[in-house]
């Protein structure tokens, strides 16, 4: 089947984002004297919003105080905002992929549960070539994945139906999402999550095989 829109996952899926993130969130931490984390503590905290990644990263017992989770927050973003791009790259061929689905007439688009302002930076930065149908975060007044709402959203910007698209993601929540929306998921193994209860690909060549037959 040759699919005529691919929605990606950003972090973990198009780029390697975690140092900065792991620095940023190591920031608020040290700010107020709490442990700080690893990259690899850290790989298992990411994929579920930025609010969510502080309230795993404090303190057992601070976990849910939602007045220190907003400060933490706020810290967070000033620095992570000013430090985006330091240790953020693109995966293995992923520059690659994303020009020669463009060049195939693919239409693409991207799916993330980081904050909208952040997800927009990035693509622009790393992608600034590809016109894609939607640059879609996180923000207010919109659920995170896995709901699917975000597919539906992407779909009618692009006009198409969902026999049309398929999600590529590394996580199980990039996955139910396709699966909530309706529309085909292909996972990778190169980012957070380990993959291996999926159909995935472990290179952007393998996947570039399946997304142009």
């Known amino acids: 089947m040759k699919y005529k829109l691919v929605i990606f ?3 973990g899926t198009l780029l390697d984002t975690l140092d900065d993130l792991s620095a940023a969130v190591n920031h608020a931490m040290e700010q107020r004297g709490f442990p700080q984390h690893t990259r690899d503590e850290y790989m298992k905290m990411v994929g579920h919003g930025a609010r969510n990644l502080m309230s795993q990263a404090l303190p057992l017992e601070y976990a849910h105080d939602e007045a220190l989770i907003d400060a933490a927050l706020a810290d967070f973003r000033t620095y992570y905002n000013a430090h985006i791009d330091v240790f ?3 995966f293995p061929g992923i520059p690659e992929l994303m020009t020669e689905l ?3 007439g693919i239409r693409l688009a991207v799916a993330s ?3 909208q302002e952040g997800t927009e ?3 622009k930065e790393f992608f600034p070539d590809i016109p894609f149908v939607a640059i879609l975060g996180n923000r207010p007044g919109f659920p995170l994945k896995p709901d699917p709402e975000v597919v539906g959203e992407i779909l009618q910007k692009a006009g198409l139906s969902k026999a049309d698209a398929v999600m590529v993601g590394d996580s199980d929540t990039d996955m139910e999402t ?3 929306g309706g529309i085909h998921g292909i996972a990778v193994g190169w980012g957070y999550r380990n993959m291996r ?3 995935h690909v472990d290179t952007s060549e393998e996947l570039l095989k399946i997304l142009i037959p």
């Open 102 to 104: 463009h060049r195939k």
């Open 197 to 199: 209860d999926w159909d």
């Open 88 to 90: 953020t790259k693109p």
């Open 9 to 11: 996952d950003l972090d």
């Open 121 to 123: 930076h990035l693509i």
């Open 178 to 180: 396709a699966i909530n």
């Open 113 to 115: 549960n980081k904050f």
